[in-house]
């Protein structure tokens, strides 16, 4: 038997006209290679990075474009040469719009970062395109500006052929997954933390990666001192500092 959990909206009391200024149908959106996270954005609080973490897990390598349903919400990606794009939105948030959006960043991710994503580490490119990531969610969350950029486009005849699954057909057996979203806290307020995370995070691989350098030039250096001390004659080099 598969084990989920419908996807549950918590709502927290406050002005309704703030919720409804700060509501967003685009709720979060992120760029992975596997399961390795290179950027994200979340418009409003939720546990989105854990589901997105189980759901990476599931989505096969080759290229692909899918819907998974459940409850209220839809989570929609497209896979290209193993570079996962992926947005979750408000279940009556159309299709056609959603995959607009993710054809966007996808193109503006590649132009920008081109084979570079294939090697990159966890967020390295978060600081700067999370910023991209914001600024097309709320595009495409604007129903006049999508009107314009659909009238541009044309309409997504490949639609039809975009599956829609129950998010079921990514849960093994006995794995929960929830999603808990809170639309009335902004993550707008909050966003110099995610780039005080991404760069606290950056600096930390900054210096793991120095470590690394340092213990292999030691490494390197405890070799060549072997091998010249074995040509002078041992540990004290005798025979080469005579010869001087």
């Not at 659909?150 to 052929?161: A, F, P």
Request: glycine share 6%; hydrophobic share 40%.
């Amino acid at each position: 038997m598969f084990y989920y959990t419908a996807f549950f909206l918590q709502n927290i009391q406050g002005d309704a006209r703030q919720v409804r200024r700060t509501a967003m149908p685009i709720l979060y959106s992120v760029i992975a290679r596997g399961s390795t996270v290179l950027a994200k954005y979340a418009e409003c609080v939720g546990n989105f990075a854990e589901v997105t973490e189980q759901i990476f897990t599931k989505i096969p390598p080759e290229n692909n474009k899918l819907t998974y349903s459940h409850g209220a919400y839809l989570i929609h990606y497209i896979c290209e040469d193993r570079i996962t794009y992926m947005c979750i939105t408000d279940g009556d948030f159309e299709r056609s719009r959603a995959f607009m959006f993710l054809g966007e960043i996808k193109k503006r991710f590649i132009s920008t970062y081109g084979l570079t994503a294939a090697t990159a580490i966890a967020y390295a490119m978060n600081t700067e395109f999370s910023r991209i990531l914001a600024t097309e969610m709320r595009k495409f969350s604007d129903a006049v500006e999508y009107d314009s950029l659909s009238r541009v486009h044309g309409q997504i005849d490949e639609l039809k052929d975009i599956m829609v699954k129950n998010i079921e057909n990514v849960t093994a057996r006995g794995e929960r997954l929830e999603l808990l979203v809170n639309k009335t806290e902004n993550l707008r307020n909050t966003s110099v933390s995610f780039r005080h995370t991404s760069r606290n995070l950056a600096r930390e691989m900054f210096w793991k990666n120095i470590r690394m350098y340092v213990i292999l030039g030691a490494i390197i250096g405890f070799i060549i001192y072997v091998i010249v001390s074995m040509a002078c004659g041992g540990l004290a080099w005798q025979s080469c500092i005579r010869k001087q």
